[in-house]
């Protein structure tokens, strides 16, 4: 699995210089071509969230979700028409914890790496990515008796991202994901997602920006359950590329189960989430 991702990565190194038609290139670029979806649970994001959980599976518990991610980009050039093209890499994990058990017990964590060839020109953005998504359920949660029979969850897929800025602060979005290789059949291979998020201009509380954010996953995996999930707060910071920033806010998720091979499991939860780049 990895030879091959590191071979479309590197075919994707070739592609984005040829697609460029301008004569200077960018080697480590500051900030992303194609802004990180903020609801999206697929994403290159550093968080802390505290949530009530229930699903039609384990009932109500409390669960603390931590991610760790960056997108770090190789290589930026000019497109020839005033926008430009950006290739990179991107690596993540996301672990959950019942806060319920004595021990906090870890539940699930995802690992995901991927190549994305982002674009940005005027208010159109978009990006393409090609990456890898292994689960594994944590040893307690095993343990306990309460876990489902576990389920190699491998795959390699590509999701496409079509981005839009309606009006100053507001973007729109709208893609699919297609599932290249996988080991679990029930996995599906077509998925589809869209969002739409606000991010205010200027400074309106404590000296930050109001955020809101939703965003909509179907995948043939969910049996017609499409993931839901938005948040709403206050990001500071992160006025220019490279800047760091911090965003609170309080978020809902309604569908398949966001993590792990529990997709197949109806789940909602609210809690609040802490955001933290360090772009």
């Known amino acids: 699995m990895q030879h091959r991702l590191l071979a479309i990565g590197a075919l994707l190194a070739l592609a984005a210089p040829l697609a460029a038609r301008a004569a200077d290139g960018q080697w480590l670029p500051d900030g992303e071509p194609f802004a990180a979806p903020a609801a999206a649970t697929i994403e290159a994001l550093n968080y802390l969230s505290y949530v009530n959980f229930d699903s039609n599976a384990s009932g109500s518990i ?3 979700m931590v991610a760790v991610g960056n997108d770090f980009g190789f290589y930026r050039r000019d497109d020839g028409h005033g926008g430009a093209w950006q290739l990179g890499l991107f ?8 806060m319920d058990t004595s021990n906090q017990a870890l539940v699930n964590s995802d690992y995901y790496v991927g190549f994305p060839l982002s674009w940005q020109r005027d208010a159109w953005s978009a990006r393409l990515r090609l990456f890898h998504q292994s689960s594994h359920l944590g040893d307690e949660f095993i343990l306990s008796g309460e876990a489902p ?5 491998s795959y390699e897929a590509a999701d496409l991202l079509l981005g839009y800025a309606l009006a100053p602060g507001w973007r729109a979005y709208a893609g699919g994901v297609w599932v290249l290789r996988k080991q679990w059949d029930e996995l599906g291979a077509l998925g589809a997602q869209g969002g739409i998020e606000y991010l205010a201009p200027a400074r309106k509380v404590l000296r930050g920006h109001w955020l809101a954010a939703l965003d909509v996953k179907w995948a043939e995996a969910f049996d017609n359950d499409p993931q839901l999930r938005a948040l709403a707060g206050v990001r500071w910071g992160g006025e220019r590329p490279g800047q ?15 993590f792990g091979q529990f997709f197949e499991t109806t789940s909602t939860y609210v809690g609040a989430i802490l955001f933290l780049s360090v772009d």
């Open 62 to 64: 409390n669960i603390a």
């Open 244 to 258: 760091p920033s911090a965003t609170f806010a309080l978020t809902g998720f309604y569908g398949a189960v966001p």
């Open 149 to 153: 029979p576990r389920q190699d969850l």
């Open 91 to 98: 690596a993540e994990f996301q672990s959950q914890f019942n």
